[in-house]
Nanobody, 115 residues
Framework: QVQLVESGGGLAQPGGSLRLSCAAS????????MGWYRQAPGKQRELVAT???????NYGESVEGRFTISGDSAGNTVYLQMNSLKPEDTAVYYC?????????WGQGTQVTVSS
């Protein structure tokens, strides 16, 4: 089992920044993908950004150039730096850990972008 603890959501103004963190614990593999997905009301869950254990990153088209995903040296925490936030970034953000055997989801953290 893998446990994911998310933090850092909240309210930001348009053009502002927020940083999300996701800490994984439990049966962590050396080879994995971790990342963030989001779901706005009435919409499907969509990719925000992922990072592999080798450091390769992938971004959703709507956040490319504004958001940056990174991982710590221990390999069990990922960060999502969100800059130039827009109202359409408002959603529940979910951390995902994908091991060779299965995937795990965090409980979600609300991000609201509003003036």
């Amino acid at each position: 089992q893998v446990q994911l603890v998310e933090s850092g959501g909240g309210l930001a103004q348009p053009g502002g920044s927020l940083r999300l963190s996701c800490a994984a614990s439990g049966s962590i593999y050396n080879i994995y993908n971790m990342g963030w997905y989001r779901q706005a009301p009435g919409k499907q869950r969509e990719l925000v950004a992922t990072i592999t254990s080798g450091g390769s990153t992938n971004y959703g088209e709507s956040v490319e150039g504004r958001f940056t995903i990174s991982g710590d040296s221990a390999g069990n925490t990922v960060y999502l730096q969100m800059n130039s936030l827009k109202p359409e970034d408002t959603a529940v953000y979910y951390c995902n850990y994908q091991s060779p055997l299965r995937g795990y989801w965090g409980q979600g953290t609300q991000v609201t972008v509003s003036s």
